[in-house]
Nanobody
């Protein structure tokens, strides 16, 4: 599985951005995909995830501000981010794996498991 993120950039506090992650390769309907982020000097953390049935999970810090969606036909997921604050500044990574392994990754974002994109930078000032 190859993952390519896009849509990052610089935005003022209170603004919005939409990130995209296009997946190619062998995609299974039971696969989960999601977003993680890592700011300088901080550990990687889970932001949002979506499973093959469209069920979503969010980090508490982004609930009510971020949404995640998927276009199964395009093998693409999106992260709509609103009401951004400087604390949201980070490199955002897209990840994918089967549901069992992704759940482990969500619990422990520092794991080396899963498929990862190269990341897209989000800077909020």
């Amino acid at each position: 599985v190859q993952l390519v993120e896009s849509g990052g950039g610089s935005v003022q506090a209170g603004g919005s951005l939409r990130l995209s992650c296009a997946a190619s390769g062998t995609i299974y309907s039971t696969q989960c995909m999601g977003w993680f982020r890592q700011a300088p000097g901080k550990e990687r953390e889970g932001v949002a995830m979506i499973d093959g049935d469209g069920r979503t999970t969010f980090a508490d810090s982004v609930k009510g501000r971020f949404s995640i969606s998927q276009d199964s036909a395009k093998n693409t997921i999106y992260l709509q981010m609103s009401s951004l604050t400087p604390d949201d500044s980070a490199m955002y990574y897209c990840a994918a794996d089967n549901a069992f392994r992704f759940a482990a990754l969500w619990r422990d974002p520092g794991r080396d498991d899963g498929y990862w994109g190269r990341g897209t930078q989000v800077t909020v000032s």
